[in-house]
């Protein structure tokens, strides 16, 4: 069945560490985005792709590095200068981009740092 | 400044009654529209998109106000296993792209 793959589903790290969270998807999506939830909020996007080789910054990147050199995987980095890593982190892809495609989602990765 | 709204909730709701909220939006230029039902510590999943004559699939009825700018999801005859947090998305215009713009969601209980 296509679907799309995070892992790992929990991970735990101290601050100061990098982190890279993978997101695989084999729905032939072109489009591949990574959102972040907190507790209240709305999903937050952190950076989008929507061809290979290509990306976007989101609302909130700062702190955060993206990679698309397949069209399969769009692996996330947490870098030490993000000041609150600790959240909900949903890869998601999607056939056509924004403009009215919904959003396939992935099962998330919870980031815990201390 | 881009806002999609919703009440949080909780919603407590007796089963096999009726329930609806409401989701408001900003810009008018908003394109499309979804809700998406998400499980406590789960991904969101799609549970319908909102097109502007409105629409049911099944027990679950979404409908558009442009004049009012909000959308809305009526759930009949609920189950136990309705119970989760709705999410809204809107998809309106940025620059020469789009994008989604989402709701903090309302969390749904249904009792027995």
């Known amino acids: 069945d296509g679907g799309i793959t995070q892992s790992p589903k929990y991970l735990f790290r101290k601050e100061g560490q990098n982190v890279t969270l993978s997101c695989e998807q084999n729905?032939?999506?072109?489009?591949m985005y990574w959102y972040r939830q907190d507790p209240g909020q709305g999903l937050r996007l952190i950076y989008y792709?929507?061809?290979?080789?290509?990306?976007q910054k989101g609302d909130i990147a700062e702190g955060y590095s993206v990679s698309r050199e397949k069209k399969e995987s769009f692996p996330l980095t947490v870098t030490s200068a993000q000041k609150n890593p600790t959240a909900f982190y949903l890869c998601a892809s999607s056939h056509r981009g924004f403009r009215s495609s919904p959003l396939h989602f992935g099962n998330g990765t919870r980031l815990t740092v201390t | 400044r881009k806002e999609v709204e919703q009440d949080p909730g909780p919603f407590n709701v007796p089963e096999g009654a009726t329930v609806a909220f409401n989701c408001t939006y900003s810009n008018s230029a908003s394109q499309s529209f979804f809700w998406y039902r998400q499980d406590c510590r789960k991904e969101p999943k799609l549970l319908m998109s909102v097109y502007s004559s409105g629409n049911e699939d099944g027990r679950f009825t979404a409908q558009l106000n442009r004049a009012s700018q909000y959308i809305s999801l009526l759930i009949r005859d609920s189950k136990l296993s309705d119970s989760a947090t709705y999410l809204c998305?809107?998809?309106?215009?940025?620059?020469?792209?789009?994008?989604?713009?989402w709701g903090a969601g309302t969390k749904l209980i249904i009792k027995p």
């Open positions: 729905l032939n999506h072109d489009a």
């Open positions: 792709s929507q061809i290979v080789n290509d990306f």
């Open positions: 998305v809107v998809n309106e215009p940025m620059d020469s792209n789009y994008q989604l713009i």
